[in-house]
């Protein structure tokens, strides 16, 4: 009988201890950066209650990113806000040397194209492709990324089917205004509200010439001919600025009282100067203009096993806050779509969005650009480029 008791006693021991270690793994302390962007968003740490599991990756990528030693990433952030971004990955994995480079759309993704053609891979995961991704597929540039776990954090049209490209984070491109200006009454709630107020017209209203940010989404979930009407009203009856410069300038701009409101304009910009004291602030007419900013890793890369596990954990919780503590990025992550992470979010929860994505870009964009391009010479704008 003492025997069989003990037998019994075993397994119950043995549960017991690996439930004491689960627990322990589970609980293993956060990166000390990552505790402290927590306590910036005044978030509780159970939001990252299944990090660990988050982060669970094969053992061979561990020990392929040790031998690499190294990852090579372009993109947009500024420096300083890279390094904010890089800093719980890297007490995380210090074993893995990040070089980072801030580069325009040319350099950043038509020149790393040609030099992939040429047979040099310059970097190893590359971001913001705007047009520029299906020049790469047709090369078969990218490596496929079904097999990173965090992938399914993204819900449905936030990445490639095939694996290719994954969203980043999102962008909502739609109006800034000048508070001094414009009162709430005076915002549009709809596009066509625009041809309604005359607050709006004779100049008072500045467009950028990228009308890809904001007016494909449009055109895509409206129709051709919804998007045209919209467009030639716009430039004939509303009358706006035609401005050269760019978007982030137009801010600048807007913010000094050189025009009342300006399109388009990115939610986290906008954000970034309202918290400098700017008399700024933003609104979206709906649909609400939207587009994910594409990351993919270069194939051929030495660097697979280090890429890979940077993509892994910047798909994870951790990584997406750590992004938006670094810009105010909005995360993709399917579990933080929530108003703490959106700049601005009274202006776009709730609303219809019309999501921008490689595919749309490639069959609306040629059309909508060559429409585009004959009401901004002949109102007066210049064509791009001069």
């Not at 904010?84 to 070089?99: D, H, K, N, S, T």
């Not at 038509?110 to 520029?132: E, P």
């Not at 919209?230 to 430039?235: A, D, I, K, V």
């Not at 009856?237 to 388009?264: C, D, K, S, Y």
Request: contains cysteine; proline residues 7%.
């Amino acid at each position: 009988m003492a025997r069989k008791k003990f037998s019994l006693l075993i397994p119950a021991l043995l549960l017991g201890l690996a439930q004491l270690f689960s627990v322990r793994a589970f609980s293993a302390p956060l990166p000390k950066s990552t505790q402290e962007m927590l306590k910036k968003l005044k978030l509780d740490a159970a939001i990252l209650s299944d990090i660990d599991k988050e982060l669970e990756v094969p053992k061979a990528w561990i020990d392929g990113a040790k031998k690499e030693g190294k990852l090579r990433f372009f993109s947009t952030l500024d420096p300083p806000q890279a390094n904010v971004l890089f800093r719980p990955f890297q007490e995380r994995y210090p074993f893995v040397a990040i070089e980072y480079s801030r580069a325009s759309h040319e350099d950043r993704a038509i020149r790393t194209l040609v030099a992939y053609k040429n047979k040099r891979i310059v970097t190893d995961i590359l971001t913001g492709l705007g047009g520029s991704f299906f020049m790469y597929k047709e090369i078969d540039a990218f490596e496929d990324m079904r097999n990173i776990p965090n992938m399914k954090n993204n819900p449905e049209g936030t990445k490639d089917p095939e694996g290719l490209w994954v969203g980043m984070h999102l962008r909502y491109w739609c109006m800034a205004y000048n508070t001094k200006a414009v009162k709430k009454e005076d915002l549009p709630k709809k596009w066509e509200d625009l041809f309604a107020n005359p607050k709006w017209r004779d100049g008072n209203l500045a467009l950028g010439n990228r009308p890809q940010l904001w007016a494909l989404a449009l055109w895509k979930i409206k129709g051709e001919k919804w998007a045209k009407d919209f467009l030639t009203r716009l430039f004939a009856e509303v009358r706006p600025q035609l401005r050269r410069e760019g978007m982030n300038a137009m801010l600048e701009l807007t913010t000094a009282g050189e025009f009342h409101a300006n399109i388009p304009a990115a939610e986290y910009r906008v954000h970034g100067k309202a918290l400098d004291g700017a008399p700024i602030s933003y609104t979206c007419p709906e649909p609400v203009p939207a587009a994910v900013s594409e990351m993919g890793i270069l194939k051929g890369t030495p660097n697979l096993h280090a890429a890979r596990l940077f993509i892994n954990w910047f798909l994870s919780k951790e990584g997406q806050i750590a992004q938006y503590v670094s810009d105010y990025a909005p995360p993709v992550h399917k579990d933080l779509r929530r108003k703490e992470f959106l700049p601005f979010a009274d202006q776009i929860l709730g609303k219809q969005l019309a999501f921008r994505d490689p595919a749309s870009e490639l069959e609306i964009q040629p059309k909508l650009l060559e429409f585009w391009d004959t009401l901004w010479l002949k109102g007066g704008g210049r064509r791009r480029g001069r």
